[in-house]
């Protein structure tokens, strides 16, 4: 988020912006389930312009033991911007903001993975910025919580994240790079759809406390728009494997 200046014009007179959208409209989202092999579970994102690919390892024994608990699985979660996902190369390797995100993102599934059922085990969250062009962290998310329920973890439910904030002293959903750069403020949010409960809250900028509230609303009203993708990636994956299935028939013979 930049400093908040208002003299770039982000929103002309008629409500649109610098992509041709409304100020309370998402960019397009494409969702798909199921893209690494290799994975336990997988997910890949195309949020605007963001590219985002998660993979999921576990349940699986925690090594080494130490880290173990005997109550519950351990989450981790590595969110990594790769060195060539922005204009300007990043330095590879974890930043202070991707260990702040990987954070924040893990604290949000230990909130809703039954971690109980899997004592001593560990459940590893792979997050890979492929491209960035803000709201990365929302797409990890999304991206994160299909590639969960990929692999079979036990969650109370997918976790749908969209940001919502100020530019041109107007809210606005979806903060596109111009928007989060010199915008007024950013207010990503993740939720759980089917307790309305929030797991994830940050802001970054300055909002009243109504335009908080209704910045608030717009996120997780478009919260339950991305739960809809989620569901429906998971859908055509199944669908796609149910379909590929040998013929029980043609198995017997």
Not at 134 to 152: E, H, I
Not at 188 to 217: C, N, S, W, Y
């Amino acid at each position: 988020m930049g400093g908040g200046s208002t003299d770039i014009k982000l929103i002309d007179e008629k409500g649109i912006r610098l992509d041709g959208r409304r100020v309370d409209q998402l960019r397009p989202i494409k969702i798909e389930a199921g893209v690494l092999k290799n994975a336990d579970g997988s997910a890949y994102v195309e949020w605007g312009k963001n590219k985002v690919l998660a993979a999921v390892y576990g349940p699986r024994e925690a090594h080494p033991r130490h880290i173990q608990d005997p109550t519950r699985a351990v989450v981790d979660v590595i969110y990594n911007m790769c060195s060539f996902s922005v204009e300007e190369r990043v330095r590879p390797g974890p930043g202070r903001r991707s260990v702040e995100i990987s954070k924040v993102i893990a604290d949000a599934f230990r909130n809703v993975i039954f971690t109980e059922q899997f004592p001593r085990a560990k459940i590893d969250v792979y997050i890979e910025i492929l491209q960035a062009n803000a709201g990365t962290r929302c797409a990890g998310v999304v991206a994160a919580s299909v590639a969960l329920a990929d692999a079979g973890v036990p969650m109370m439910d997918l976790v749908p994240a969209c940001a919502a904030g100020k530019a041109n002293n107007q809210l606005i959903l979806d903060l596109g790079k111009e928007e989060d750069n010199v915008g007024q403020a950013d207010l990503p949010t993740a939720i759980v759809p089917k307790t309305g409960e929030i797991v994830l809250l940050q802001m970054d900028g300055h909002l009243t406390q109504d335009e908080f509230d209704r910045a608030l609303q717009m996120s997780m009203n478009a919260c339950m728009q991305i739960y809809e993708l989620q569901k429906d990636a998971l859908r055509r994956r199944y669908a796609t494997s149910a379909n590929d299935a040998p013929d029980t028939e043609e198995v017997r013979q």
